[in-house]
T-cell receptor
Framework: EAGVAQSPRYKIIEKRQSVAFWCNPI?????LYWYQQILGQGPKLLIQ????????DSQLPKDRFSAERLKGVDSTLKIQPAKLEDSAVYLC?????FGTGSSYEQYFGPGTRLTVT | KQEVTQIPAALSVPEGENLVLNCSFTDSAIYNLQWFRQDPGKGLTSLLLIQSSQREQTSGRLNASLDKSSGRSTLYIAASQPGDSATYLCAVHGSSNTGKLIFGQGTTLQVKP
C-alpha cells in the first residue's frame, strides 16, 4: 500500500515570496491533516479536511496561509507572503476517517522542509 | 487547553540498556495516546496507540503504558540498539473528537554502540 506522498521535499525561498506544498493521501482516506513542525518542537495542526470540507482550521494563520482539497483527494497548502518564522517542516497526514476508534489512526508523509531567508 | 510535555528532551545511553521515556498531559479527558518515532529528515512513524480504555500496548521490544488519571504515559524500550536512535514523540487525541493530535516536543534518543 502506497503511503502519504508529499512534494517538494525541500524548498528555500526569500521572505515575502509565495510557496505551495502538495500532498496525496493514502487511497481511500477521507481525512487529511496539515501539521507545522518548527525545529525542536512537536507538530502543530494547521488544518484538517474531511473529504473536501474543513473540520478544523483554528490554528491556521489565515492572513497568509491557505489550503484546499477540491476533489476530496490530494491537497495543497500555500503560504503568501512567507515570513522568516514560517521556516519549518510541513507534514501531511491522512486517516480513514476521524473520531474515536482505531480507524482514525493517522499516517504521516515525509514532510516538506521550508527555509525562509 | 491540553498541553503535552516530554521529559527528558534528550537522552544518551549505551547499547543494551533498558530505558523509559516519559510523557505527561494536563487534561485527562483523552480518547487515546499515540507514540511516534521520527528519524532525521523523515516523517513520523506510528509505534503504538493506546485507547483510553487500555492501560498498555506492546510491540516487540516496545511497551507503552497509560495512566489517564495521573495524566502520564511511559514508553519502555528493552535492550536498546543503535538503530533505536531517533526522536520519540507522544501525542494525545483530545476530547474534541475531531482527530486532532496534540504533540509533545519529543525526546531525542541516542544509543551508543
Amino acid at each position: 500500500e502506497a503511503g502519504v506522498a508529499q512534494s517538494p521535499r525541500y524548498k528555500i525561498i526569500e521572505k515575502r515570496q509565495s510557496v505551495a506544498f502538495w500532498c496525496n493521501p493514502i487511497s481511500g482516506h477521507a481525512t487529511l491533516y496539515w501539521y507545522q513542525q518548527i525545529l525542536g518542537q512537536g507538530p502543530k495542526l494547521l488544518i484538517q479536511f474531511q473529504n473536501n470540507g474543513v473540520v478544523d482550521d483554528s490554528q491556521l494563520p489565515k492572513d497568509r496561509f491557505s489550503a484546499e482539497r477540491l476533489k476530496g483527494v490530494d491537497s495543497t497548502l500555500k503560504i503568501q507572503p512567507a515570513k522568516l518564522e514560517d521556516s519549518a517542516v510541513y507534514l501531511c497526514a491522512s486517516s480513514l476517517t476521524f473520531g474515536t476508534g482505531s480507524s482514525y489512526e493517522q499516517y504521516f508523509g515525509p514532510g516538506t522542509r521550508l527555509t525562509v531567508t | 487547553k491540553q498541553e503535552v510535555t516530554q521529559i527528558p528532551a534528550a537522552l544518551s545511553v549505551p547499547e543494551g540498556e533498558n530505558l523509559v521515556l516519559n510523557c505527561s498531559f494536563t487534561d485527562s479527558a483523552i480518547y487515546n495516546l499515540q507514540w511516534f518515532r521520527q528519524d532525521p529528515g523523515k516523517g513520523l512513524t506510528s509505534l503504538l496507540l493506546i485507547q483510553s480504555s487500555q492501560r498498555e500496548q506492546t510491540s516487540g521490544r516496545l511497551n507503552a503504558s497509560l495512566d489517564k488519571s495521573s495524566g502520564r504515559s511511559t514508553l519502555y524500550i528493552a535492550a536498546s540498539q543503535p538503530g533505536d536512535s531517533a526522536t520519540y514523540l507522544c501525542a494525545v487525541h483530545g476530547s474534541s473528537n475531531t482527530g486532532k493530535l496534540i504533540f509533545g516536543q519529543g525526546t531525542t534518543l541516542q544509543v551508543k554502540p
